[in-house]
């Protein structure tokens, strides 16, 4: 981080100073107390069981620099303290202020399923030529996104910023902090649909990543399936600053439209000694790409990846090179090659769409062995929960139909047990449905064997990964 005084943080947080040394220097933003040391500007978050300003005299005794406070009645000791109304928005408009000490382009990553997967992706891209900073974990919410802005150095010529959106106008608050100058929607999927009630809903929401867009900025929308309609009837245009410019891009085989509307998009695909394989093109432009990673969806990634490097100067080979060389994060579609077995570990968070996604890369692994399916619930879908897990199993059932089959289904929790009644109900394949990792694990390692195939996947809520864990 570059440093900043706590005049400066002052500031930009409309505060008021209590206490302490106002040319006195920051060079580290943090929310969790432990991790408060010199240097540090101290966050405290009101929690629905913590209010973390208790903390505020232990980290001020550490020797954090300076501390935030919504509380005007704090002790006087070591360090600084600012007062501000609310400690996550001075947050957010400090991290906005920082954003703008910095001429860089800033790309953006939102939608309901492939943020993360396509986010590093394209940083694995423009790494190839730019000092790039590529959002770590999962810091892209409304704390998150604030706390990764703080990562841009001095030297940091171009950021990817993750852009996760969960209830309705948090995207703006997450624009003002990161105003990226160009941005990518991979999906609007079921992802939240409790909260957004419609997809068309999410759309707006999402697209709202293009509010800070000057005449220069670019949105690349994927157009799989239904999303060029959806897309290009929701966007809000009207919210931009500047003229938004939009770049379509997918598969040429899953695209519905006129493919004269689409930029970038890939064709030929297939699978060779484990590696997904199809060509790029874009205009008159073409290459030749293979991927260490298995799926349609991650072709749709590195599509958008490499149409991102192209526009902001990466060469053609080395923007293919590179999404080639990409391998996934942990609990993001990570292979463990275990006791003869292949588990593929998608454990982090999951919906409706990106199960699907999923099903139809497993479908795609070479080898003799079963192709097992082992699925939890999926959160937070609302009054539209049981009939969106249905549609998992409907889907299952019409990919058998077609010659893909599953070899059996496992199921636990109370949701997704709306798979196995369908399938139950449906087709002659073997399923399973169990009220607790406990019980499913004690069934995986009596029944897994040899060259199995095995797609683990749940909302993170499900605790899946410790399944994985378990079975490895």
Known sequence: MKPITIDEIVKAT???????????????????SRQAKEGDLFVPIIGAKVDAHCYIPDVLAAGATCVLSSEENIE???????LVEDTIKAL????GWYRDQFDIPVVGVTGSVGKTSTKEMIGTVLSKKYNTLITYKNLNSQIGLPLMVFHIEEDTEVAVL???????????????????????????????????????????????????????????????????DLIRTNLPYDCC??????????????IKTDMSQISSYASDISVENGREKFTYHHGDEQIDVSLAVMGDHNVTNAVVAIAVGRILGVSLEDAAKAVGEYEPLSMRGEIHHTKGMHIIDDTYNASPDSIRS????LFSHEGNGRRIAVLGDVLELGEMSAELHKSIGAYIVNEAKAGRRLDTVYCVGKESKEIIRFLQENSDIECYGYDDNFSLIKALKNDLKEEDWVIMKASRGMHLDDVVKAVI
């Not at 957010?92 to 991290?95: G, P, R, T």
């Open 14 to 32: 409309n505060g008021r100073l209590l206490f302490g040394d106002p040319d006195a220097k920051v060079t580290g933003v943090v929310h969790d």
């Open 241 to 254: 600053k500047g003229e938004c410019r939009v770049s379509f891009y997918g598969i040429k085989d899953d």
């Open 92 to 95: 957010q408009m400090l991290a």
């Open 358 to 361: 999923n099903l139809r890369a």
């Open 76 to 82: 006087e000791g070591k360090g600084a303290c600012v």
């Open 162 to 228: 993750e852009m996760g959106v969960s209830l309705f106008d948090e995207m703006d608050a997450l624009v003002e902090v990161a105003k990226p100058s160009s941005a990518v929607i991979t999906n609007i999927g079921l992802a939240h649909i409790g909260n957004f009630k419609t997809r068309e809903n999410i759309c707006a929401q999402k697209g709202r990543i293009i509010k800070e867009f000057g005449d220069d900025g670019r949105i690349f929308a994927c157009a799989n399936g239904d999303l060029y």
